[in-house]
């Protein structure tokens, strides 16, 4: 089966991690799709500091959704676009919930993610019938996270906190793909 729209649920992802910047969440967006018939039926942002939950990520956040409106926990015939290389924990998600396609962005090499997603799904031979593509729209979907990282305006404008975690993150060598 060809896929002839991966850009355009990837430009919805980007629209969606948008909205995390503006709300001071690492911009992240994720879009869930049923295959048969292009349909969306999740949709997400990263929103852990708003929610108060570590756990909030914008594939989280899509796989909810997603579930509930299909009633049912297993996602099957759906793909998840993301508009980054999702971490070990929404890799776990969607192996649980059998998503069959796996679209993201810009690749994550910072150090904590010791493994990618790859390398997890062929290490642990687990579902492997999940297809992966990589690196759609990467520049874009890296650019939005090297703005809210690395601005180029007045750092003056940028909460205290925050500030704090752009430091904590050059210490500890974080790095995005396509910087
Ligand atoms: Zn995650």
Not at 158 to 175: A, E, G, R, T
Request: include cysteine; hydrophobic fraction near 40%.
């Amino acid at each position: 089966m060809t896929y002839l729209y991966d850009e355009d649920f990837m430009q919805y992802a980007i629209r969606l991690a948008r909205i995390a910047g503006k709300k001071g969440e690492i911009p992240v967006g994720a879009v869930l799709v049923q295959n048969k018939n292009q349909c969306i039926i999740g949709k997400g942002w990263n929103q852990s500091i708003t929610l108060r939950d570590p756990t909030a990520h914008a594939e989280i956040v899509a796989i909810r959704q997603g579930g509930k409106i299909i009633q049912n926990y297993r996602l099957l015939d759906t793909t998840l676009y993301v508009t980054l290389e999702p971490c070990m924990m929404c890799t776990g998600a969607i192996i649980h919930s059998r998503i069959q396609r796996l679209v993201y962005g810009a690749s994550d090499t910072k150090s904590v993610n010791t493994k990618t997603v790859l390398d997890i799904m062929k290490q642990h031979k687990i579902n492997p019938r999940i297809e992966i593509k990589k690196n759609i729209l990467a520049p874009e979907c890296a650019s939005i996270l090297r703005s809210f990282f690395f601005p180029v305006e007045n750092n003056k404008k940028i909460p205290y906190n925050l500030l704090n975690v752009i430091n904590i993150i050059h210490k500890s060598n974080f790095n995005i793909g396509y910087i």
